[in-house]
């Protein structure tokens, strides 16, 4: 699927099976969508550095070096909306 085809429940879902696969923290089952992901150590300095290359990659964006940050890493939900941003904005520049 194109980035620009991707919903929100794409990105979502994309999103929580990295984080559930590659989180810092063993997690088991789900994550809260509101979660602090950085308080709750599910995300750390190499963590953030690993999901921007991912979302990057899966999701055909370009995150910006002063786009990471805690506001928009915070949770799934403020990763998701960031990503889905991107994916509107590259949309709109094509």
Known sequence: ??????SETDVRANLHAYL????TTPVSGSIDPDENLL???LLDSL???E???HMETALG?????DEVSAK???????????CLSKIGSAASAA
């Not at 699927?1 to 991707?6: A, I």
């Not at 559930?20 to 989180?23: E, G, L, P, R, Y």
């Not at 964006?61 to 070096?65: D, H, K, L, Q």
């Not at 928009?72 to 960031?82: E, I, Q, V």
């Open 1 to 6: 699927m194109t980035p620009s085809k991707l």
């Open 20 to 23: 559930v696969a590659n989180a």
């Open 39 to 41: 308080d709750s150590g």
């Open 47 to 49: 963590g953030i550095a």
């Open 51 to 53: 999901i921007t290359e």
């Open 61 to 65: 964006i370009v995150i910006e070096e």
């Open 72 to 82: 928009n890493y915070r949770s799934l939900n403020t990763l998701a909306a960031f």
